[in-house]
């Protein structure tokens, strides 16, 4: 089955700075890439996703990348917010249920 | 904007019990899903549910759990009996079912068993 790794574990960046995610997966037949974030005590919340005809899409602060050739992908955010800490997921999949990264806890420090 | 509900958000119950995690997916989604996330640890898919029968479950997905789809709306986790290892917050998730694979989760329900 799809193996999706995650790193890294913590992130710490200062308000306004970028964070950068990111994730490996295994199974080439994976085709679709969301990210999600969890708040506290919430569920995940989809933030964007990618598929796999696309090399990389942005929405707003947020940007994700794929290369299918090394199998990874990547979760950008620029100019962070306070409002941008929690624990983001990556996933991957290319048939019906999701393979979950470890997560990734961010702290926007102000 | 339509959501995934679930109840209860908490359920403790003790070692043996049964216990029926429910959850409301958006109106016209086809998919169903359920995950589970022990404390600390990543999202792990349990089953899913297309049709009104299991399109596919992991090794997680035992025996001790079943789902059903009672009625148009409600779409439930049945765990027969309850193991300490069973803690842990349980995900319904839905999706549409068109071009788009996109799963919405609900808020979750923490399961302690005690």
């Known amino acids: 089955g799809e193996n999706v790794e995650q790193h890294p574990s913590t992130l710490s960046v200062q308000e306004g700075d970028s964070a950068v995610i990111k994730c490996t997966y295994s199974?080439?037949?994976?085709?679709?890439f969301p990210w999600y974030k969890q708040e506290l005590g919430k569920g995940p919340q989809l933030i964007i996703d990618?598929?796999?005809?696309?090399g990389e899409k942005k929405d707003q602060r947020i940007a994700v990348t794929l290369n299918k050739t090394a199998k990874h992908f990547s979760l950008h955010i620029t100019e962070t917010q306070p409002e941008d800490s929690a624990v983001y997921f990556c996933?991957?999949?290319?048939?019906?249920?999701?393979?979950f990264g470890t997560g990734t806890r961010l702290t926007v420090i102000p | 904007e339509p959501e995934v509900t679930q109840t209860p958000s908490h359920q403790v119950t003790q070692m043996g019990q049964e216990v029926i995690l429910r959850c409301v997916p958006i109106?016209?989604?086809?998919?169903f899903y359920w995950y589970r996330q022990i404390l600390g640890q990543k999202v792990e898919f349990l089953v899913s549910?297309?049709?009104?029968?299991?399109?596919?479950k992991s090794e997680i997905f035992d025996d001790q759990f079943s789902v059903e789809r009672p009625d148009g709306s409600n779409f439930t986790l049945k765990i027969r009996s309850t193991k300490l290892e069973d803690s842990a917050m349980y995900f319904c998730?839905?999706?549409?079912?068109?071009?788009?694979?996109?799963?919405?989760f609900g808020p979750g329900t923490r399961l302690t068993v005690l």
């Open positions: 998730a839905s999706r549409d079912g068109s071009s788009t694979d996109t799963q919405y």
């Open positions: 199974d080439s037949a994976s085709n679709y």
């Open positions: 990618i598929r796999s005809n696309v």
């Open positions: 996933a991957a999949t290319g048939a019906n249920n999701l393979f």
């Open positions: 109106s016209n989604h086809l998919y």
């Open positions: 549910f297309y049709n009104n029968e299991i399109s596919e």
